[in-house]
């Protein structure tokens, strides 16, 4: 059972261009929201989080949108530079609790 | 103050071995977390412990996995007997509470 899901295995963005990357859950227990960034033999880092108060949260290149009637999120990079190439990993968590559901994850390239 | 330290990065193992991973938090993280990916795969909770304490196991297998992490020393995460579909990255995670997450740089166990 898929609670968090990631659609798009990989995605390749020109530099310079805007990179969306997607996200559904389906659990409404869900109110928070992380994206993590994963460079290959390296443990995710932390990218920006949401909580479902809000439906945006903005960290300079980095928004997420969170949209909960559809149980939609998106992460935005722009503008996308090589640097962000990366696995990126959604992840989400309820209230009170400490277990994060990630998705499997969507592969970014950004191309020079 | 040095980020999750995880050893080793790479472990080899054969079928019916032992492995011990290791996990050393981040200064003044009390929280402990194992996650592991499977290839393919995003990253799948294990277990939550707090110093002497296993909090939450729900996500271990229930035989051969043993996880904990006692008053002085790193946190442990044992497999005895491995198999072939114990291959996978092992990361593990601290936290000062329940949230704000860092994750090591995983160990890559192989079974051979």
């Known amino acids: 059972d898929q609670q968090v899901k990631q659609n798009s295995p990989s995605l390749s963005v020109q530099e310079g261009r805007i990179s969306i990357l997607n996200c559904d859950y389906t659990?409404?227990?869900?109110?928070?929201f992380l994206w993590y960034k994963k460079y290959p033999a390296e443990g995710p880092t932390f990218l920006i989080s949401?909580?479902?108060?809000?439906d945006k949260n903005e960290d300079g290149r980095f928004t997420v949108f969170l949209n909960k009637s559809a149980k939609h999120l998106s992460l935005h990079i722009v503008p996308s530079q090589p640097g962000d190439s990366a696995v990126y990993f959604c992840?989400?968590?309820?209230?009170?609790?400490?277990?994060?559901?990630f998705g499997t994850g969507t592969r970014l390239k950004v191309l020079a | 103050n040095a980020g999750v330290m995880q050893n080793p990065r790479h472990l080899v193992r054969r079928r019916g071995q032992e492995a011990r991973l290791r996990c050393s938090p981040m200064?003044?993280?009390?929280?402990v977390y194992w996650y592991r990916q499977l290839p393919e795969e995003g990253l799948k909770f294990m277990v939550y412990?707090?110093?002497?304490?296993?909090?939450?196991e729900s996500g271990m297998p229930k035989e051969r996995f043993s996880a904990e992490f006692p008053k002085e020393g790193p946190s442990i995460l044992r497999i005895q007997q491995v198999v072939r579909g114990d291959s996978a990255a092992y990361f593990c995670?601290?936290?000062?509470?329940?949230?704000?997450?860092?994750f090591g740089s995983g160990t890559r166990l192989t079974v051979v």
């Open positions: 995670a601290s936290s000062p509470g329940t949230h704000g997450y860092t």
């Open positions: 659990n409404s227990m869900f109110d928070y």
């Open positions: 949401i909580s479902s108060i809000k």
């Open positions: 992840a989400a968590s309820a209230s009170g609790t400490y277990k994060y559901i």
């Open positions: 200064k003044g993280h009390s929280h």
């Open positions: 412990l707090q110093k002497e304490n296993i909090i939450d």
